[in-house]
């Protein structure tokens, strides 16, 4: 892990093509090693979540080249590489589990972390998850509890419940929501850890009743278009 986030401290300091160009090998070796990484991550996750399997690498992983056509920030390059196992793949709309990593001073995250479930997902699952919270409360928060180690993260919400729902509904707080995210930061003596592998799987297992609430929710929104 050292030798990816050197490379990303380095693409935080140094992100134009000249630099690129001239040390593209520390790019593809920092990638290469992410890859290896995200790989065991996703045969471990495959492992305990049905609806992830059959999913590739590729259909996980993004591109380190930054679109940069519509953003004020020309920077060519990411400063961050991220992995999202999401049934379906990474544009499917649907809950996943996220793992990232960021240069120093890149602020994208602000942090190295895990976060599993649905972000910026499609207004249609968002009524369809809401709507779950609604009749079956009990069972999002026991879910919420399982994942003892996260947070949810309640930055993104609606300043009153939607119109659907009672303002004094026992769960206002989630149908609040417009994201349904967890977050755990990574720390360093984790990252470098021998045990990083493991560990995020063990994690991520942890959130498999979440996305699993989530994902119900999503695959009826999709099957009723």
Same mark, same amino acid.
């Given at each position: 892990?050292?030798? %990816?986030?050197?490379?990303?401290?380095?693409?935080?300091?140094?992100?134009? +093509?000249?630099?690129? @160009?001239?040390?593209?090998?520390?790019? %593809?070796? !920092? @990638?290469?090693?992410?890859?290896?990484i995200a790989e065991q991550i996703l045969i471990g996750v495959q492992r305990f979540d049905p609806l992830t399997r059959g999913l590739?690498?590729?259909?996980?992983?993004? +591109?380190?080249?930054?679109?940069?056509?519509?953003?004020?920030?020309?920077?060519?390059?990411?400063?961050?590489?991220?992995?999202?196992? *999401?049934?379906?793949?990474?544009?499917? #709309?649907? !809950?996943?589990?996220?793992?990232?990593?960021?240069?120093?001073?890149?602020?994208?995250?602000?942090?190295?972390?895990?976060?599993?479930?649905?972000?910026? *997902?499609?207004?249609?699952?968002?009524?369809?998850?809401?709507?779950? %919270?609604?009749?079956? #409360?009990?069972?999002?928060?026991?879910?919420?509890?399982? !994942?003892?180690?996260?947070?949810?993260?309640?930055? @993104?919400?609606?300043?009153?419940?939607?119109?659907?729902?009672?303002?004094?509904?026992?769960?206002?707080?989630?149908?609040?929501?417009?994201?349904?995210?967890?977050?755990?930061?990574?720390?360093?003596?984790?990252?470098?850890?021998?045990?990083?592998?493991?560990?995020?799987? #063990?994690?991520?297992?942890?959130?498999?009743?979440? &996305?699993?609430?989530? &994902?119900?929710?999503?695959?009826? !929104?999709?099957?009723?278009?």
């Amino acid at each position: 892990m050292k030798e %990816i986030i050197d490379f990303l401290n380095l693409i935080v300091e140094n992100n134009n +093509r000249p630099w690129f @160009q001239q040390h593209k090998e520390l790019y %593809i070796n !920092a @990638q290469n090693k992410f890859n290896a990484i995200a790989e065991q991550i996703l045969i471990g996750v495959q492992r305990f979540d049905p609806l992830t399997r059959g999913l590739t690498l590729k259909d996980c992983t993004y +591109r380190f080249y930054r679109d940069t056509r519509f953003s004020p920030d020309k920077s060519p390059y990411k400063r961050h590489f991220g992995l999202f196992i *999401c049934p379906n793949g990474k544009k499917s #709309g649907m !809950a996943g589990y996220y793992f990232h990593v960021e240069g120093e001073g890149a602020e994208y995250l602000g942090h190295h972390g895990l976060f599993p479930g649905m972000y910026q *997902c499609p207004p249609e699952i968002t009524r369809s998850v809401r709507e779950d %919270i609604s009749t079956k #409360g009990e069972e999002f928060e026991k879910a919420l509890k399982k !994942a003892k180690n996260f947070s949810l993260d309640m930055a @993104q919400k609606l300043k009153k419940v939607p119109k659907d729902y009672p303002a004094d509904h026992p769960y206002a707080e989630y149908l609040k929501l417009k994201d349904y995210c967890l977050y755990q930061t990574i720390d360093d003596d984790m990252l470098y850890s021998d045990r990083l592998v493991d560990w995020v799987i #063990g994690e991520f297992r942890s959130c498999y009743d979440f &996305n699993s609430f989530l &994902n119900r929710a999503a695959l009826f !929104a999709m099957e009723n278009e």
